[in-house]
């Protein structure tokens, strides 16, 4: 894809339905008694990699307008699969299903690309094995394949080693299965739509300080709710703001949910207009409009308390980062080797390719702005963040930029080149 630089951006806009609210509106739908109507679904590959696992594993959802409704099959209600369980590259449809299947005693497969079978799942089989399930994966567990048969399931009380939603969802929803209450204890707050969705559909979810447990084996009532708007989406429109002096952007109908908007704290200490209008709920989120104006930037640090609820956003934030005066600074964010790619080294050797002063540390990065940024071909290596963020950056280069392999957005936003005003140039 070639990106052209590009002249002001001033426009209104919407994105996708978000990514994690998706996968979990139609799981959780398929766990209720009853049937759910869902509005607004991301219609990216992540998600029919989640829908057509639900299938596989009996649920019936078919798909109205832009409604998609789900007959559940209520807690242990799912059924065998007759074949393994491909989850593309998603993580959130292997990690998040482990923990539901754990919860059911007939056998099941799941794989995924070669992103995903080489992202860690011990994390994931630790404690649905300590619960009481067989949870096995390649190299010694740690790796997909993986193999669950679950059943009767002991509660526990499991400590997250890092903050990770995905693993506090796996927990939280083998606890839906079993007798008794199961805790989650994180090292930071992770983003909570498990536990805010569960608890719209009638789950017996607590809270305690720094801790959140699920009363096992009480019934789900069914979802009619519409998605929000990604704010991981939104975050590329407000980039672009803050990249193209002149620009102003407005994303109407995003997740507001402060687990989520992380990104937008940053760019506003970086010194970006940014403004956040509350407009409802929905599926208990809160949802509004997000506007972003441009303003000359400058570096800032991050701290490692804030990096959960940006944790999407690094790629973006580092083109944003190239552009502003001084120094950007990211520590405590490991996490961002085992995402799609390993997105401090893919990061780190793409922005240099465009003349970015950029050093990598195993725990993040540090970049000195403002770069003066000259043409480039950058390589997505299939990461559809890393693709957005590149694109992004190219609106700043003089004579624009290339990104290769940029197919990769069709995981979570297929229709972004088009969004971006991109020129196709493909064979
Ligand atoms: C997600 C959680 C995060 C995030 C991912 C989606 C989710 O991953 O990076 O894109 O939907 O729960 P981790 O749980 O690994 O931090």
């Not at 404690?127 to 010694?140: D, F, I, Q, S, V």
């Not at 790796?143 to 399931?153: E, F, W, Y």
């Not at 290596?381 to 694109?391: N, Q, S």
Request: hydrophobic share 45%.
């Amino acid at each position: 894809m070639r990106v052209a630089g590009s002249g002001p951006f001033r426009r209104e806009l919407r994105v996708p339905g978000d990514k994690s609210v998706s996968h979990r509106a139609l799981m959780f739908a398929a766990l209720a008694e009853g049937t759910s109507r869902i509005r607004g679904l991301q219609a990216g590959a992540d998600v029919a990699s989640t829908r057509a696992a639900l299938e596989r594993l009996g649920v019936a959802m078919w798909d109205e307008g832009d409604t998609v409704v789900v007959e559940g099959r209520g807690l242990g209600g799912l059924r065998e699969p007759d074949d393994v369980l491909d989850c593309g590259n998603s993580g959130t449809t292997m990690r998040l299903l482990a923990g539901v299947l754990a919860g059911h005693g007939f056998l099941s497969v799941l794989t995924g690309d070669a992103s995903l079978r080489q992202r860690p799942m011990a994390r994931v089989l630790d404690p649905l094995r300590e619960m009481g399930a067989l949870a096995l994966g390649r190299r010694e567990d740690r790796l997909a394949p993986l193999v669950i048969r679950g059943g009767s399931l002991r509660a526990l009380t499991w400590r997250l080693p890092v903050a990770s939603a995905q693993v506090k969802s796996a927990v939280l929803l083998a606890g839906l299965h079993c007798r008794g209450t199961t805790w989650v204890e994180e090292p930071a707050p992770s983003r909570d739509h498990t536990e805010r969705m569960l608890e719209a559909m009638g789950a017996g979810i607590v809270r305690e300080d720094g801790r959140v447990g699920v009363r096992g084996r009480v019934p789900l009532a069914p979802l009619d709710m519409e998605v929000p708007g990604d704010p991981s989406a939104a975050a590329f429109w407000a980039a672009a703001a803050c990249l193209v002096p002149g620009s102003r952007v407005t994303v109407r109908g995003v997740c507001l949910n402060p687990t989520r908007t992380g990104f937008f704290r940053i760019l506003r200490r970086m010194g970006a207009a940014v403004e956040l209008r509350p407009t409802g709920t929905s599926g208990g989120e809160p949802v509004g409009d997000v506007t972003v104006e441009h303003r000359a930037l400058r570096g800032t640090r991050v701290d490692p308390a804030e990096v959960p609820a940006a944790i999407d956003e690094f790629p973006v934030l580092a083109a944003v980062a190239a552009a502003a005066g001084g120094v950007t600074e990211v520590t405590g964010a490991g996490e961002l080797r085992h995402k799609e790619s390993d997105r401090i080294g893919t990061l780190a050797g793409e922005l240099r390719k465009a003349g970015v002063e950029v050093e990598a540390f195993e725990d993040g990065f540090r970049i000195r702005g403002p770069a003066a940024l000259r043409p480039a071909v950058f390589d997505s290596h299939g990461d559809h963040r890393l693709a957005m963020a590149l694109g992004v950056l190219s609106l700043a280069i003089p004579g624009g930029a290339e990104v290769t392999r940029a197919d990769a957005v069709a995981v979570s936003y297929s229709r972004f080149w088009e969004d971006l005003g991109g020129n196709p140039d493909r064979p």
